[in-house]
């Protein structure tokens, strides 16, 4: 039985204004969301009948922003469905009572959570003033979601660029000798800020180097500190390159990428013949 990744873009609105992100600039009354009807038949495309096993990771925008969140959640709530990882701002998880209750019904394999270095630097890259306190509400999701829903794997998601390089390793020791956060803390993904959209407002933030990248993640790679409790290291590098490995992905209205790298050919050419009568398929290849 083969694993196949299939990245979920539920909608591109998201109520936050991150320099960074290619989102940022798309408001409600633009934005588009996913019909789940393509989303269920993508599913039965990937399942091929049970032969193989998916691994969704459900994201945008801001996916708990859309409509429809909550009955795609139910729907993904399915056997050919070995596991689901959700990717928030938090916000709306953190705020919303009765949104937690229902995320923590579905349980998620992981909930993937945004959060920066500081408070300031979070501020900085996550809509200035608007984003004021969410560094706090982050902390406090994380120790929630644990307390809650014990089963769930938790991760941080921050991004890292030249104005903040050198307070990461700060930013991770901090977690490492808080024991209650970093017990909390299933694993950390740090993701290198690239300015590769014009639209980004992205002043004051700056591209660190490939040397300076390739410096940084051999730091960390060698400090013996930021392995957990039983030895393994929580740290994980992000780049172009791991998008590669989510070999499927779906975003509004019908649009379906595929990426041959990890997958067989003789699959990879069923699939496109018949996901085209539902999808606008773009094929990337290596």
């Known amino acids: 039985m083969t694993s196949i990744a299939l990245r979920v873009l539920l909608t591109n609105y998201c109520p936050e204004s991150c320099r960074h992100c290619s989102f ?23 399942s091929n009948d049970h032969a193989n096993k998916i691994t969704v990771v459900l994201t945008g925008g801001e996916p708990t922003a859309a409509k429809n969140f909550i009955p795609v959640m139910n729907q993904l709530n399915d056997s050919r469905i070995s596991k689901l990882m ?31 270095t500081t408070k300031e630097d979070h501020d900085l890259l996550r809509g200035g003033a608007g984003a004021s306190g969410n560094h706090q509400l982050v902390s406090e999701l994380l120790k929630k979601v644990k307390d809650e829903m ?5 991760s941080i998601n921050s991004v890292v660029f030249a104005e903040n390089l050198q307070k990461v390793t700060g930013f991770l020791h901090g977690f490492r000798q808080n024991r209650l956060l970093w017990k909390h803390l299933d694993f950390v993904r740090l993701m290198r800020f690239r300015r590769e959209t014009p639209s980004i407002n992205a002043a004051g933030i700056s591209e660190i180097t490939d040397d300076q990248w390739t410096e940084f993640q051999q730091l960390i790679k060698n400090d013996e500190s930021l392995k957990d409790f039983n030895g393994r290291y929580k740290v994980y590098f992000l780049d172009k390159s791991h998008e590669k490995r989510l070999a499927i992905a779906i975003s509004p209205p019908n649009k379906l990428t595929i990426s041959n790298s990890n997958l067989d050919q003789q699959f990879v050419d069923q699939f496109i013949e018949v996901a085209r009568d539902c999808f606008d398929v773009i094929v990337e290849n290596d």
């Open 150 to 154: 014990a089963e769930t794997e938790t």
């Open 86 to 116: 959700l990717a928030t701002n938090g916000i709306a998880l953190y705020r919303q009572k009765d949104l937690f209750k229902s995320v923590k019904k579905f349980c998620p394999d992981t909930i993937s959570l945004s959060m920066e």
């Open 24 to 46: 940022s600039r798309v408001h409600s009354d633009n934005s588009e969301e996913l019909d789940p009807l393509l989303l269920a038949k993508c599913v039965e495309l990937i």
